[in-house]
T-cell receptor, first 112, second 111 residues
């Protein structure tokens, strides 16, 4: 079975541009998580969904960040407008109820 | 105070050595504990869960001390392939779904 799939794997953009990150969770998993990892702050939870419904978005840093999960097999994280301080690796993870979280390979975002 | 604290290291040890990492957590109501491993430029992967009675998986032993709110990971007979960052993870208060990750302890095993 395929693991969690994320795209793009790398994204370089200029400040002010819109960035959309995509995630396909493992089939059958009902939880989906978006994380951000930086050297300074480590791995931070941004938002998570259960059965496509956002449960907790308290980690979303600002209104510039938004996330959607229109169906069980797809989620997006959007940053608009992007800023240099948004540069980080963004991970998507999925899990079944109370199960192990499986991470995708991440999207390395650089905002110039 | 951070919710999960770890010594960032790096721990530089020779092959065959025994090395131990500790991690402290601030939420006394935390119920789930894990060690994840993250290789350079890769995603985190579950290494092992940590149970109250302690648990062992081959060369790896994890222990939990609820009274002192710390978790430990012991690696015996270190291999070059053990070189990675080890992340201490606990669940958040009131939710078994949300995990809080420590910033990780970096281990480098040399020949």
């Amino acid at each position: 079975d395929a693991g969690v799939i994320q795209s793009p794997r790398h994204e370089v953009t200029e400040m002010g541009q819109e960035v959309t990150l995509r995630c396909k969770p493992i089939s059958g998993h009902d939880y989906l998580f978006w994380y951000r990892q930086t050297m300074m702050r480590g791995l931070e939870l941004l938002i998570y969904f259960n059965n496509n419904v956002p449960i907790d978005d308290s980690g979303m840093p600002e209104d510039r960040f938004s996330a959607k999960m229109p169906n069980a097999s797809f989620s997006t994280l959007k940053i608009q407008p992007s800023e240099p301080r948004d540069s980080a690796v963004y991970f998507c993870a999925s899990s079944s109820t109370e199960g192990e979280q499986f991470f995708g390979p991440g999207t390395r975002l650089t905002v110039l | 105070r951070k919710e999960v604290e770890q010594d960032p290291g790096p721990f530089n040890v020779p092959e065959g050595a025994t090395v131990a990492f500790n991690c402290t957590y601030s939420n006394s109501a935390s119920q789930s504990f894990f060690w994840y491993r993250q290789d350079c430029r890769k995603e985190p992967k579950l290494l092992m869960s940590v149970y109250s009675s302690g648990n062992e998986d081959g060369r790896f032993t994890a222990q939990l001390n609820r009274a002192s709110q710390y978790i430990s990971l012991l690696i015996r007979d270190s291999k070059l392939s053990d070189s990675a960052t080890y992340l201490c993870v606990v669940n958040m208060r009131g939710s078994t779904d949300k995990l809080i990750f420590g910033t990780g302890t970096r281990l480098q095993v040399f020949p």
